[in-house]
């Protein structure tokens, strides 16, 4: 049995029903990974997991067991890391859009967040932090980041927390180019930030720049 969209959506739905049911966020899918050679890759933001699942000329088995493994390894999730890059009187923030399949319409999943995302096995989380930057933003750390707060982030997973650090020395060559994953991007004023910047973004902001107290829970 050969693999296609429509069998890709009705994994999608199983997983949302899983997801659902254990108090989850709903992962957001995409096809195909943009690591060449990929079958299946599981992106961590600190909004919702990006699942990445390569269908075309692949068993209609062996997508849907990729698709599943995110709810199997859930709690194995642990640490994220998110960084607000100073650039006075700015601030850098992203939008992520998921499509499934061959999808026409790209479906955002994390408005308004600023960049970050999963630290990997085997990565320690300075050198996640690099590797989040450079991919989201065509960032490269100059001085070390200040680690500002460690939160809970218990929409992912039960097992999951946020390292937020702040990046004030960092050279950027060039804006990065919209991708399957990143579709807008952008430095913009505390009092200007984008309409849908999810509310956690805005309460990390102030607690940053405005030195609001700052929470236990993402």
Avoid at 17 to 34: C, D, H, K
């Amino acid at each position: 049995m050969r693999s296609d969209t429509l069998g890709f959506a009705a994994a999608v739905r199983a997983v949302g029903t899983e997801a659902r049911r254990l108090g989850l966020v709903m992962p957001g899918f995409r096809s195909p990974p943009r690591i060449p050679g990929a079958d299946r890759t599981i992106r961590r933001s600190t909004g919702e997991p990006i699942i990445a699942v390569r269908v075309r000329g692949r068993p209609l088995t062996d997508v849907v067991a990729d698709v599943v493994e995110w709810v199997k390894t859930r709690d194995l999730e642990g640490m994220d890391v998110s960084a607000i890059v100073r650039r006075l009187p700015g601030l850098f923030a992203v939008d992520h859009v998921v499509t499934a399949g061959r999808c026409p319409r790209p479906r955002v999943v994390s408005p308004g967040r600023v960049p970050g995302g999963g630290v990997e096995v085997g990565e320690t989380v300075s050198t996640a932090l690099a590797r989040e930057l450079r991919e989201e933003g065509n960032i490269e750390l100059g001085e070390a980041p200040l680690l500002f707060a460690v939160y809970y982030n218990r929409r992912v997973s039960r097992r999951d927390h946020v390292a937020l650090y702040v990046v004030r020395s960092f050279h950027q060559s060039a804006a990065p180019q919209p991708n399957g994953e990143i579709v807008a991007h952008g430095f913009f004023a505390p009092d200007s930030l984008p309409q849908d910047t999810a509310r956690a973004t805005r309460e990390r902001i102030a607690e940053v720049l405005d030195g609001r107290s700052v929470a236990e829970l993402w």
